[in-house]
């Protein structure tokens, strides 16, 4: 696997930094946050990271002198452990009426972003990174967002790699961070991603939570990855490790805000009320999901229970990366309604909803598909719809719906 893998948020981000005064790049730990803005500055910047313990007392103790001894422009590593430092940016920023002059970045948490909205509003440009995308890995960078459009369909016929089976879950099986990417054989996988776990339990939330039972956490942990593509049910979780309804809410509302899961929301308005209120839980990094799920390799993955949750969680992950990393909010949802009818994934684009079914089946026969005619009950604009899958090229399933290689990420 190539080391120079492009990434499809550098241009955002320059286009940010023209216009702001500040740009902010939040994300979990290790999807290359730092090594990206160092990758796209175009002048010399200096840098300091709040992970040096000396660096973080200085801001935290005295942050208008830390940052009087600042060079500009500047990038700060996270920042999140010095949240009093944003008041002093803005003044920084609004005496000098420069573009630019601040680039941070944060493994994003409910305390930072709230210090970051109420000092910085109308100076910061917020942008989110995840791991390396499909099309990143492809060496197409600059793939739009993904949807099921017939134009942008044909676009990826040219340009996308298919996948086979076990290439497909092999990835998934591997995950997306940059270090697991780059390397040439997974014979770290398993240290990588116990490494990881320990040291967010230990840096991260042991740390903004107060956490003293670190082994209840790990065990909500797996239990979650147990259940990424499912309806989020509280109660049973909080049943199933031993703690109370709260507490579950309260640390999976953390492994949102870190963007380590993804709380899907499904679609409803006023004209269909009787649809379901729930979210769905997914995993960001599939490999991540694996690691907590104890599936040490990918064939017994692809062959496992998990399977289909899998498939769903990385296509799932996929789509939204592919808007996160183009500097856009994903508008994504699912559909379930009181009939357990549902539509996997949903996505609204200027008041259409774009209908997607994952399936993993590479035969169009044996999927079970079964059309999207439940959606006309919410009296919206329903584009062109598909069923991502096995299939080596794409095979029109009706005249609004096709089957998409799971290549076309």
């Known amino acids: 696997m190539r080391d120079n893998i492009t990434r499809s948020l550098g241009k955002a981000i320059l286009d940010a930094s023209a216009s702001f005064k500040v740009v902010l790049l939040t994300g979990p730990r290790q999807v290359g946050k730092t090594t990206l803005l160092q990758e796209v500055q ?26 009087d001894r600042l060079e500009l422009p500047v990038l700060i590593d996270e920042v ?98 940059p270090d697991m990417v780059t390397q040439q054989n997974d014979k770290n996988w398993e240290r990588f991603y116990d490494s990881y776990v320990a040291t967010y339990i230990q840096r991260d939330v042991r740390e903004y939570l107060n956490i003293n039972d670190t082994a209840s956490f790990h065990k909500f942990m797996q239990i979650a990855a147990a259940r990424t593509g499912q309806l989020i049910n509280y109660a049973d979780m909080a049943r199933d490790i031993g703690i109370s309804e709260v507490t579950v809410k309260a640390w999976l509302n953390v492994l949102h805000a870190s963007g380590i899961v993804y709380l899907l929301q499904p679609y409803f308005n006023n004209r269909a009320k009787r649809l379901i209120k729930t979210p769905r839980l997914y995993f960001m990094d599939t490999g991540l999901c694996a690691f907590l799920t104890g599936w040490l390799n990918p064939e017994v993955l692809e062959r496992g229970a998990m399977a289909g949750a899998m498939l769903e969680t990385w296509v799932v992950s996929e789509v939204i990366k592919s808007y996160l990393h183009h500097g856009r909010t994903p508008r994504v949802y699912f559909y379930r309604d009181k009939q357990k009818r549902e539509v996997d994934l949903l996505i609204e684009e200027n008041g259409t909803l774009y209908p997607i079914e994952i399936k993993k089946t590479a035969s169009i026969q044996n999927a079970g598909f079964k059309g999207f005619d439940m959606l006309e009950s919410l009296k919206t604009p329903i584009g062109h719809g598909g069923m991502m899958c096995f299939v080596n090229a794409l095979v029109p399933l009706s005249e609004d719906v096709d089957a998409i290689p799971v290549g076309y990420l």
């Open 80 to 177: 999140q452990y010095a949240p009093n430092l944003f008041p002093y940016i803005k003044m920084t920023v609004d005496k000098a009426k420069q573009p630019g002059l601040f680039w941070l970045t944060g493994s994003q948490q409910f305390d930072m972003m709230k210090n970051v909205t109420e000092s910085l509003a109308g100076r910061v440009a917020i942008l989110h990174l995840q791991g390396i995308s499909l099309a990143e890995e492809q060496g197409r960078p600059d793939s739009a967002p993904f949807l099921p459009d017939v134009a942008l369909l044909k676009n990826r016929q040219k340009t996308a790699q298919s996948l086979t089976l076990p290439e497909a879950y092999h990835t998934i099986w591997r995950g997306s961070y």
């Open 42 to 67: 175009k002048k010399s910047r200096s840098y300091v990271t709040l992970d040096d313990l000396g660096m973080r007392l200085a801001a935290q103790q005295d942050p208008a002198s830390f940052l």
